[in-house]
């Protein structure tokens, strides 16, 4: 099991920059593919970006395209999301998650643990 402790959200203008943190504490990091999901007030939790057990193979949602990079720091245990160019659509509680799966996945239902999240807020 695996546990996991999101961080490095706020307040931000639009167009500035935030970058989330993940510490994941239990079973070796480097075992799990890992991703960010977020959830928008009223909507429905998305998938934002993953990033595969070795770190090489990354997956990311359209509506994120040059804007944010996951990547992962396996002696450190922390899995990141640097978020630039935040526009007031971004706001919403931001989730890190782990599965056992070698390669990464979109699909919430492949991971296994989750954090409990922590809020960013884009004000126009």
């Known amino acids: 099991q695996v546990q996991l402790v999101e961080s490095g959200g706020g307040l931000v203008q639009a167009g500035g920059s935030l970058r989330l943190s993940c510490a994941a504490s239990?079973?070796?990091?480097?075992?799990?593919?890992m991703a960010w999901f977020r959830q928008a007030p009223g909507k429905e939790r998305e998938f934002v970006e993953a990033?595969?057990?070795?770190?090489?193979?990354?997956y990311y949602a359209d509506s994120v395209k040059g804007r944010f990079t996951i990547s992962r720091d396996d002696a450190k245990n922390t899995l990141y999301l640097q978020m630039n160019s935040l526009k007031p659509d971004d706001t919403a509680v931001y989730y890190c998650?782990?599965?056992?799966?070698?390669?990464?996945?979109?699909?919430?239902?492949?991971?296994?643990?989750w954090g409990q999240g922590t809020q960013v807020t884009v004000s126009s």
């Open positions: 998650a782990a599965s056992s799966l070698v390669t990464a996945s979109t699909a919430q239902a492949q991971y296994d643990y």
């Open positions: 239990g079973r070796t990091f480097s075992r799990y593919a």
């Open positions: 990033i595969s057990r070795s770190g090489s193979t990354t």
